[in-house]
């Protein structure tokens, strides 16, 4: 009877049910988006649901051109939280367009507004009682005259780990992650992650493209892959429903 009564909690812990499958809702730029598939460009976003288990939803919000501003003042955050439910994550990537001080419908300043927005996306997230998780942007592919990644983002990689620390949120580390990526690539070789496009090879791109911020569909893999790893260590809740 003693052992029995050790075993019975465990009993109860195997009786009951898993809890319900979470929605990972993505907001961010052109890097994270979806994309059509008639077109060989890819956001990361597309490939995140492969390396999730299958019943688990990727919702992804993110859109082309659009800042923590304009993805505000558009209306798509809250459309977004209207949508989440207890259990949810939303996984928060801006900066790219942030920085076009020349666009005052996207700019925000890096130490004042920009950080204001993240901290209203991280309250109102967990308002709805779904976990937000900030990331770094990932790195355009930028290279100068000696082989060496140059950044590009300035002062808004820093402002996202500032806040991530004052508001102890769950942080991806993209920036770093995909810096040593391309960096360990190289120049010339990278450019196969990234809408390089030769011309005539591609029937709707006739002229070619050569594109260093956006990806094809190995970049997007490999950038999804690194978002999957910094999960796996920075997001302990959503990384158990990682496929192992």
Request: charged residues 25%.
């Amino acid at each position: 009877m003693k052992n029995l009564a050790r075993l019975l909690p465990f009993l109860a812990l195997l009786a009951s049910p898993l809890p319900a499958a979470p929605k990972v809702f993505l907001a961010g730029d052109s890097t994270m988006s979806d994309k059509p598939v008639d077109l060989p460009e890819r956001g990361w976003g597309m490939a995140l649901g492969a390396l999730l288990d299958p019943a688990v939803k990727v919702d992804n919000r993110a859109m082309n051109g659009r800042s923590t501003k304009s993805f505000l003042d558009e209306g798509r955050w809250a459309k977004l939280t209207a949508d989440l439910t207890p259990g949810d994550f939303v996984i928060i990537q801006f900066a790219h367009n942030d920085e076009k001080k020349e666009d005052p419908k996207r700019y925000t300043d890096p130490a004042g507004s920009f950080r204001d927005n993240l901290r209203r996306f991280i309250a109102e997230t967990r308002a709805k009682g779904a976990t937000p998780i900030l990331a770094t942007p990932v790195c355009r592919r930028k290279f100068d005259a000696t082989g060496k990644l140059v950044p590009t983002h300035g002062a808004y990689p820093d402002a996202l780990r500032a806040v991530a620390r004052e508001e102890k949120a769950p942080l991806l580390e993209l920036e770093q992650a995909t810096a040593r990526w391309l960096q360990a690539e190289g120049d010339v070789p990278s450019r196969r992650f990234f809408m390089w496009i030769a011309p005539g090879t591609h029937p709707k791109i006739p002229d070619g493209r050569k594109d260093d911020t956006h990806f094809v569909a190995a970049g997007a893999e490999a950038v999804a892959a690194l978002a999957a790893t910094e999960i796996r260590t920075q997001a302990p809740t959503l990384a158990r429903w990682l496929r192992k």
